[in-house]
C-alpha cells in the first residue's frame, strides 16, 4: 500500500549448509510481497522489506533440490529464518505439505496454532536426545550463524532424517510430520567413540607428528538486499 510503513525480514536460510543464490519469496495480505526481489547470499542471509500492513507473510527459499525448497512464517518484523526446522513446523502446524500451505489464501489462519506445534516439534528433538542451544531458542526467530550450535544442530538433523529407513525423500518424511506422527523424528547421530588408536603414546616411532586441520565454516554474512 502506497504510504505504509516498511518493515524488514532478515534471517538466513540453511539446512546445516547454507542455501546460496536462492530466491526468497514472501506471499503476504492482500497479495503483497517483498519490494523488490531478494535473494539468499552465499551464508544463506537475506534480507528484505514487505509494507507493515501486509504482515503476517509466508516465506519460502527455493533452493537446488526438493530439501532446499523450504517455507517460513513472519507475523512482525525482524529476524526470521527459514530451514527444515520452520518447514516442518509448519506441516505439523498447518497438518499438510508447506508448499501446498504457501500457495493457499488461508495461510495465517492454518498455523493459528503455530506457537503450539513449535513447543511439540521442539520436544520432540528432546526426546530424540538432539541438544537444543537454549531455553528460549526459537527455529523461526533465534538468529544464528554458519557452524554455531544451532546450524550444528541442523547439520545433524538433516544427517539424521537422510538414513531413516524406508522413508524415501525429504517429502515422504514431509508427510508424515504433517500427519501428526513426530515419533519417525530419528534419534540423534552419535559422535563415533575414540578407540585410544590415535593416542600420542604408540609404539610407532614413525609418527611423531599429526598435522590438524582446521576446515571450518566461517560465520560472518554480508546480507543481500536487491
Known amino acids: 500500500m502506497a504510504g505504509d510503513?516498511?518493515?524488514?525480514?532478515?534471517?538466513?536460510?540453511?539446512v546445516g549448509a547454507p542455501i546460496v543464490n536462492a530466491p526468497v519469496d514472501a506471499r503476504c495480505e492482500g497479495g503483497e510481497g517483498f519490494i523488490g526481489s531478494v535473494t539468499t547470499n552465499e551464508s544463506g542471509g537475506f534480507l528484505g522489506?514487505?509494507?507493515?500492513s501486509a504482515l503476517p507473510c509466508a516465506l519460502r527459499v527455493t533452493g537446488d533440490g526438493e530439501d532446499k525448497v523450504l517455507h517460513s512464517f513472519a507475523d512482525s518484523?525482524?529476524?526470521i529464518n527459514i530451514t527444515p526446522f520452520t518447514d516442518l513446523i509448519i506441516a505439523?502446524?498447518?497438518?499438510?505439505?508447506p508448499m501446498d500451505w504457501f500457495?493457499?489464501?488461508?495461510?495465517?489462519?492454518?498455523?493459528?496454532?503455530?506457537n503450539l506445534a513449535r513447543e511439540e516439534f521442539l520436544g520432540a528433538l528432546l526426546n530424540a536426545n538432539y541438544n537444543l542451544p537454549g531455553d528460549g531458542f526459537d527455529p523461526f526467530k533465534s538468529?544464528?550463524?554458519i557452524n554455531d550450535a544451532v546450524d550444528q544442530l541442523l547439520d545433524a538433523f538433516s544427517a539424521a532424517i537422510r538414513g531413516i529407513p524406508n522413508v524415501a525423500d525429504y517429502q515422504a518424511f514431509v508427510d508424515?510430520?504433517?500427519?501428526?506422527?513426530?515419533a519417525v523424528i530419528p534419534p540423534a547421530p552419535t559422535p563415533p567413540e575414540d578407540d585410544g588408536s590415535d593416542s600420542g603414546d604408540g609404539n610407532d616411532g614413525d609418527n611423531d607428528n599429526d598435522d590438524g586441520d582446521d576446515d571450518g565454516r566461517g560465520g560472518l554474512i554480508d546480507i543481500i538486499f536487491g
Do not use: W
Open 5 to 14: 510503513q516498511l518493515v524488514t525480514l532478515s534471517g538466513r536460510a540453511a
Open 49 to 52: 522489506q514487505v509494507d507493515a
Open 77 to 79: 518484523g525482524g529476524t
Open 92 to 97: 505439523l502446524s498447518a497438518s499438510m505439505a
Open 103 to 114: 500457495n493457499q489464501d488461508e495461510y495465517a489462519t492454518a498455523v493459528s496454532s503455530l
Open 143 to 145: 538468529s544464528f550463524e
Open 176 to 182: 508424515l510430520i504433517s500427519s501428526g506422527n513426530l
